[in-house]
């Protein structure tokens, strides 16, 4: 059920996204009085779920959901329907069309998809507003995974500034790190503050891990919950106990609680708690995998976390900003691919990465900021300069522009070869990544 969830998540964000895109492109090509042949919904090779001609426009779904497409007559595309180019160029088709026109039509895709990013950014802040935990209200300081630790930090440390800059936001310290390839962290350990020189080899390890854990948050262990086969529960353990030792040894926080535990598996501990003012001692199994069946309390039960809510007329320009940030974050993810010290490319992802993206039950929130963000990506994977994008038609078209000189058809359509075999094995190599990591 939960695959089931975010595959419908999946289909329903990029089905609008496509739209969205190739909406652009519809609107464009019409404005100029461009004959627009088809207009899908994902690609339809042999046949199609359904189609319906309107005037001088077929509108389908295809069967194979990697896309859409608009044909747009006079255009080489990724059909290589070359027949009609044979004939003499007609008053209505794209290459009949002024160069900076024919250059509208082709960014107005990517434009389409930026303008949505903002539009739903605006929405999420106006309805949701934002909700964020501020790096100085983290007061029993962080835990660390072995990445931290070996870049020299350790649990308790409370994190002062990320290269002298502080982080407003606490969860987006790990990503402040690795996309401004961060060169220093200054934190304050039992009240000294100390300068931590970040090595080369951490921010490699960060996203060749993708380690969600490299710094958490340090919190008392307040029972929550239980599992649903809890002997913590079963030895008399209540929702609201704080548990403050096992086998006499105290221990303060959750972090230090769960690692004690990992000592005794299969055994039976005595784990002291505060109830109501008492101490009080109860005998518990911990089971082969080192637990006892306890949640903890949620984080805001410890920490006060900041709000904000927007009117419509302050949403407008904090939407606007959300968006240039977050395709700013994008433009230094890319740039990290590029880079072999990083070998960000090892966590190049397909279809199964970005569905594992979306939450496991459906939650209209994180959909539309996934939606926001995944129509950033699409904008910027579109303006790539690569033949049988939106970018290649751009690159050729600017050249065109600049220097008066158009490039032969058969140019263009060894062009958008070329650029399929790219787009193809690039699609297979993100794939494979995925289908590869799941037998890891």
């Known amino acids: 059920m939960v695959i089931l969830i975010k595959i419908i998540q999946l289909i329903a964000s990029l089905s609008l996204l496509v739209l969205v895109h190739e909406m652009g492109h519809f609107i464009a090509a019409k404005l100029f009085k461009t004959k627009v042949e088809k207009f899908y919904l994902f690609f ?100 660390c995974d072995s990445i931290a630790q070996q870049t020299g930090l350790k649990n308790g440390d409370k994190i002062i500034s990320i290269d002298n800059r502080y982080v407003e936001n606490f969860f987006q310290i790990p990503v402040e790190i690795v996309l401004n390839n961060a060169k220093s962290i200054q934190v304050n350990r039992n009240d000294t503050l100390i300068n931590i020189a970040i090595p080369e080899n951490v921010i490699p390890k960060l996203l060749k891990n993708k380690s969600s854990d490299f710094i958490s948050i340090r919190f008392p262990f307040e029972v929550g919950g239980f599992a649903k086969e809890s002997p913590a529960k079963t030895a008399g353990i209540q929702e609201g106990d704080k548990l403050i030792s096992i086998n006499g040894k ?25 109830r109501n003012n008492d101490t009080i001692i109860k005998r518990v199994k911990v089971t082969e995998q080192g637990l006892i069946g306890v949640r903890p309390k949620s984080l805001d039960n410890y920490f006060e976390f900041a709000y904000k809510n927007y009117n419509l007329a302050e949403a407008i320009p904090a939407g606007i900003i959300k968006a240039y940030k977050s395709t700013g974050n994008y433009l230094k993810q890319l740039k990290l691919i590029f880079s072999p010290q990083t070998k960000a490319y090892e966590s190049i992802g397909g279809f199964i990465a970005i569905g594992s993206i979306f939450p496991s039950e459906w939650h209209w929130q994180s959909f539309w900021t996934l939606t926001a963000f995944l129509s950033i990506i699409l904008a910027i994977m579109n303006l790539l300069p690569i033949p049988a994008l939106d970018g290649g038609h751009v690159l050729f078209l600017t050249f065109e522009i600049i220097t008066g000189r158009k490039p032969s058809d058969k140019f263009m359509e060894y062009a958008q070869i070329i650029g399929m075999i790219i787009l193809f094995s690039l699609l297979i190599f993100a794939n494979a990544n995925d289908i590869i990591k799941l037998f890891k």
Do not use: C, H
């Not at 209505?92 to 949505?116: H, P, Y």
């Not at 105290?250 to 039976?268: H, R």
């Open 44 to 143: 339809n090779p042999w046949f199609s779920l359904y189609k319906r001609k309107i005037k001088d426009t077929e509108y389908g779904i295809g069967w194979l959901p990697l896309g859409g497409y608009v044909k747009i007559a006079g255009m080489i595309d990724e059909s290589l329907d070359t027949e009609q180019l044979k004939k003499e160029p007609q008053p209505w088709e794209f290459r009949s069309k002024k160069a900076w026109q024919r250059l509208i039509i082709m960014i107005a895709g990517i434009t389409m998809n930026l303008f949505l990013a903002i539009i739903l950014y605006i929405i999420i802040l106006f309805v949701w507003g934002e909700q964020y935990l501020p790096t100085t209200n983290v007061k029993y300081g962080i835990t």
């Open 250 to 274: 105290n221990l303060m926080y959750f972090d230090e609680f769960k690692a004690e535990l990992s000592n005794y598996k299969n055994q039976e501990v005595e784990i002291g708690l505060i």
